[in-house]
């Protein structure tokens, strides 16, 4: 599990992503790179890492579903994943 303060940031850089994304693609379309310069550095969409929805953890993500490895894993052999089933052959 990540640290609670990490997953606070994250969830601040989401929001700050969300409020200024009309505004950069604004300026963007306009070429204003000194408008651009003057946002704040956690507004731009780069500086968001893909964390897992559940436990915070960074790497083992899977996209498709927003979880790392473990949850993912945890999940579907509980059968919490609709449509999702273990192959046996």
């Not at 994304?21 to 731009?44: I, T």
């Not at 899977?62 to 273990?86: E, V």
Request: with cysteine.
């Amino acid at each position: 599990m990540a640290k609670e303060s990490v997953k606070a940031r994250e969830r601040k850089r989401e929001r700050m992503v969300a409020k200024y994304a009309g505004k950069r693609a604004e300026l963007k379309a306009s070429g204003d790179l000194v408008g651009l310069d003057k946002l704040p550095k956690n507004s731009s969409k780069i500086r968001k890492h893909n964390r897992c929805a559940i436990s915070g953890r960074s790497r083992g993500y899977i996209r498709q579903f927003g979880l790392s490895r473990q949850m993912f894993r945890q999940l579907a052999l509980f059968g919490k994943i609709p449509g999702l089933t273990k192959s046996s052959w």
